[in-house]
């Protein structure tokens, strides 16, 4: 089941959007693999630390961060990749590796690639590793208000 906080907070403000139940996968093209989603399109939520500061960085699923052009991006030579243990409890009711791009229900700032902004919808894990949401990019964007940047992916 979706994590409880994403789906009241979806449920509340009358989102609609698609659930969709699949067969565990801990990655993220792996997820996209299982629900029929491209990787392109599969959004992948990864944690960094900027100045000591959780921070998620959405991209697609087939893509990979270049940590140096993020710090050049965020004017912080201090961006690094946070460790499970450093942000664990900030996710309670998610599972390690699928938590949602829903940085706002958490307290945490959300920096989105770019590549999204112009596809009509989002897909993303739901809290677990078997539960996927895919929804209108628009809502995410009204709800979530992430900061769209351009970064560079390999």
Request: with cysteine; proline share 6%.
């Amino acid at each position: 089941m979706p994590a409880t906080k994403l789906k009241q907070f979806l449920d509340s403000r009358g989102i609609k959007y698609v659930s969709i139940q699949h067969s565990p996968a801990f990655s993220a093209a792996d997820v996209a693999a299982s629900a029929h989603i491209k990787s392109r399109d599969f959004a992948k939520t990864v944690i960094v630390k900027i100045a000591g500061v959780l921070a998620m960085v959405v991209l697609p699923a087939d893509r990979r961060i270049v940590l140096a052009d993020l710090r050049d991006m965020l004017g912080s030579p201090d961006v690094d990749l946070a460790s499970e243990k450093e942000f664990k409890d900030r996710f309670p009711d998610c599972e390690i590796g699928a938590m949602p791009p829903f940085g706002n229900l958490y307290n945490v700032p959300v920096y989105l690639a770019q590549s999204f902004t112009e596809e009509p919808e989002i897909a993303f894990n739901a809290g677990t590793h078997s539960d996927a949401i895919k929804m209108s990019f628009d809502d995410f964007a009204a709800l979530v208000q992430p900061n769209v940047i351009d970064f560079v992916t390999t």
